[in-house]
């Protein structure tokens, strides 16, 4: 469903910037940027979280961590932070994107990180899940990462 997801707002995200008027790499990164944050990390995630929080055994189940952990409660208030300041991006905008992207750039980074791992001591990493996980958090962790560099948004002060 996320891979779809990321097809969507990557799609949205080409068509935008195709129409705009300016289309320096600046601006286009920053559009890519703020449909990434915005159409990916920020209300998907929301409704996630708030899937995650009011029904935490079935997201664990779903997921595939053992129940009762107040641990992924803790988890899903981060993610529940870094989705809401995602959001607010698209009101507040230029460096305020630098924030959220950081944020979710080192999440996706160390996500695929740890489930590479957990699959791997598991015995169970096909090139199916490998890929899967590449395409659903390495690759969000690249995509952000590059818009953000290629928005100058590091370079402006506030």
């Known amino acids: 469903m996320f891979l779809i997801l990321l097809v969507v707002v990557l799609l949205a995200a080409g068509i935008h910037a195709a129409q705009a008027r300016e289309r320096t790499t600046q601006h286009v990164a920053r559009i890519f940027l703020l449909y990434l944050l915005v159409g990916y990390c920020g209300v998907p995630m929301l409704i996630f979280v708030g ?3 009011m029904s935490p055994e079935a ?4 997921l595939g961590f ?3 952990n107040p641990f992924q409660e803790f988890a899903g208030l981060a993610i529940l932070s870094l989705a809401l300041l995602s959001v607010l991006a698209l009101r507040y905008r230029r460096t305020f994107l630098i ?4 944020g979710w750039a080192v999440f996706f ?3 695929t990180l740890i489930h590479l791992k957990d699959f791997h001591h598991k015995a169970a990493l096909t090139h199916f899940s490998a890929v899967h996980i590449f395409a659903t958090h390495g690759l969000i962790a690249l995509l952000l990462t590059a818009a953000l560099l290629g928005s100058g948004l590091l370079k402006e002060r506030s």
Do not use: C, N, T
């Not at 924030?99 to 950081?102: E, L, V």
């Open 51 to 53: 899937w995650a929080l």
């Open 59 to 62: 997201a664990a189940a779903h």
């Open 66 to 68: 053992p129940a009762g």
């Open 99 to 102: 924030a959220p992207a950081i």
């Open 109 to 111: 980074f160390g996500a």
